[in-house]
């Protein structure tokens, strides 16, 4: 948006960077508290690619002892 050789952009660059930074951060945290206000309960922890992926991960192993 701005030459980053001016004041202006490196002051651009910096106010992304740390609004990019506190995303990264909180992101998960607002997604979990928006869960929990919803009555959504922690049962397990599963690295999937996707939503679906985690609920089959999840189904899966929660199923494969029967």
């Known amino acids: 948006m701005f030459p980053v050789d001016s004041s202006i ?3 651009a660059s910096l106010v992304s960077l740390g609004i ?3 995303c990264g951060i ?3 945290r ?3 508290k928006s869960l929990f ?6 049962v397990d922890t ?3 690619a996707n939503r679906e992926g985690a609920v089959i991960l999840y189904l ?3 199923y494969a002892g029967e």
């Open 60 to 62: 899966k192993g929660r």
């Open 30 to 32: 607002w997604r979990e």
């Open 26 to 28: 909180n992101g998960n």
């Open 9 to 11: 952009g490196v002051v």
């Open 20 to 22: 990019y930074i506190a």
């Open 46 to 48: 599963v690295s999937a």
């Open 37 to 42: 206000s919803r009555g959504y309960d922690h």
